[in-house]
């Protein structure tokens, strides 16, 4: 069992940044990817970034460029860091790990969230 704690959500300037950290505990050997998603007023969650155990990443493509995942040595926290945000990048941010079960099932840990809100 994994959990997962976000925290540096807020308030910030259009162009501003803002980092979004996500503590792991429990399980940690068994995180194979974790994710950024966020939902926005009236809109479907979508994601916005995510980093394998290899350290490769992806981004949405509106994100590409501005947005950067990362993780420490002991995937213990995952971060988001934010640049050049836009209007559109309000939402509330959600932490995802995806973690290997027996076999290869994978399970999704979700956060609890976190409302970043971008003022214009």
């Known amino acids: 069992q994994v959990q997962l704690v976000e925290s540096g959500g807020g308030l910030v300037q259009a162009g501003g940044s803002l980092r979004l950290s996500c503590a792991a505990s429990?399980?940690?050997?068994?995180?194979?990817?974790m994710s950024w998603y966020r939902q926005a007023p009236g809109k479907e969650r979508e994601l916005v970034a995510a980093?394998?155990?290899?350290?490769?990443?992806n981004y949405l493509e509106s994100v590409e460029g501005r947005f950067a995942i990362s993780s420490d040595n002991t995937k213990s926290t995952v971060y988001l860091q934010m640049s050049s945000q836009k209007p559109e990048g309000t939402a509330v941010y959600y932490c995802?790990?995806?973690?290997?079960?027996?076999?290869?099932?994978?399970?999704?840990?979700w956060g609890q969230g976190t409302q970043v809100t971008v003022s214009s």
């Open positions: 995802n790990g995806i973690l290997k079960q027996e076999g290869e099932n994978h399970h999704d840990q």
């Open positions: 429990g399980d940690i050997s068994s995180i194979d990817v």
């Open positions: 980093i394998a155990t290899d350290g490769s990443t």
